[in-house]
T-cell receptor, first 115, second 109 residues
């Protein structure tokens, strides 16, 4: 593994189903993030984690949950998918030093379609 | 509220220069980022400015004016591979990134 890896890269899902998007990084970054990207809108933060064992809500957290059991993994779960969750999901990580200004490293994205 | 404005789309000619503007309104300010995103790919970091002025990095330069809430990304000697979306993002007082919708840059031969 080099960098940050997401799986699956693409998924079609029936509404009401549960889905977990996986994200793993091998850069030992403290902070990890989940974003969704929709046409015409900026990246929107769903959830974040500043360090293992802690998580926080972003701009659009409803319908999503995350966990951060260790430094490397940050899965995103849709408990009961709805069509409005059709989007491209990006996982990202950064090394948050004292300045909190670390650049983000993104995974390749997971394209999710909810029917 | 917090807001980032940048043009939706721009067109430029191969070999030319293009400037992509970004204005921001945030609660506090801790710096401004530019990212490049090719179609179907992940965003990649281009630049970070926290002080006023111009930062040059090869063919790409980024400028910041904190008093005006304004930044631009300058791309010189445009190449076809520069066709991409360019995302502006400001870091607010809580160190949260506020993203613009991106500027799609189309390069014509």
């Amino acid at each position: 593994i080099a960098g940050i890896t997401q799986a699956p890269t693409s998924q079609i899902l029936a509404a009401g189903r549960r889905m977990t998007l996986r994200c793993t990084q091998d850069m030992r970054h403290n902070a990890m993030y989940w974003y969704r990207q929709d046409l015409g809108l900026g990246l929107r933060l769903i959830h974040y984690s500043n360090t293992a064992g802690t998580t926080g809500k972003g701009e659009v957290p409803d319908g999503y949950s995350v966990s951060r059991a260790n430094t490397d993994d940050f899965p995103l779960t849709l408990a009961s998918a709805v069509p409005s969750q059709t989007s491209v999901y990006f996982c990202a990580s950064s090394h948050m030093g004292s300045t909190h200004t670390g650049e983000l490293f993104f995974g390749e994205g997971s394209r999710l379609t909810v029917l | 509220g917090q807001n980032i404005d940048q043009p939706t789309e721009m067109t430029a000619t191969e070999g030319a220069i293009v400037q992509i503007n970004c204005t921001y309104q945030t609660s506090g300010f801790n710096g401004l980022f530019w990212y490049q995103q090719h179609a179907g790919e992940a965003p990649t970091f281009l630049s970070y400015n926290v002080l006023d002025g111009l930062e040059e990095k090869g063919r790409f330069s980024s400028f910041l004016s904190r008093s005006k809430g304004y930044s631009y990304l300058l791309l010189k000697e445009l190449q076809m591979k520069d066709s991409a979306s360019y995302l502006c993002a400001a870091l607010d007082s809580n160190y949260q990134l506020i993203w613009g919708a991106g500027t799609k840059l189309i390069i014509k031969p």
